[in-house]
Nanobody, 123 residues
């Protein structure tokens, strides 16, 4: 059973930086893909960034150039470095995993989720 636990959320002023971490209960080496999602009050959960087992990264347009997703396979950790934060980045951030171990990478299907960590950006 794969378990994900996020940490690193908090309150930060606009323009500041914050780093999120996601600890996994199993090896993330060769996991098809891992991602960060977020959900703001009254809005749908949205994909923020994802990273495949081959190191391919994707970002939603609103965070491109400000956020960086990375993974440490040796430590079984996923990270999200958030820079130049804006009030509209305020949300609960979730770590997600597509834990399938595939010979050929395929479109991610995230079915394992963490409990979320709150990020609040004040103006």
């Amino acid at each position: 059973q794969v378990q994900l636990v996020e940490s690193g959320g908090g309150l930060v002023q606009a323009g500041g930086s914050l780093g999120l971490s996601c600890t996994t209960s199993v090896s993330i080496f060769s996991m098809n893909s891992m991602a960060w999602y977020r959900q703001a009050p009254g809005k749908q959960r949205e994909l923020v960034a994802q990273m495949t087992s081959h190191g391919v990264r994707d970002y939603t347009d609103s965070v491109q150039g400000r956020f960086v997703i990375s993974r440490d396979n040796a430590k079984n950790m996923l990270y999200l470095q958030m820079n130049t934060l804006k009030p509209e980045d305020t949300a609960v951030y979730y770590c997600a995993a597509d834990a399938r171990r595939l010979v050929v990478p395929t479109t991610p299907r995230y079915d394992v989720w963490g409990q979320g960590t709150q990020v609040t950006v004040s103006s």
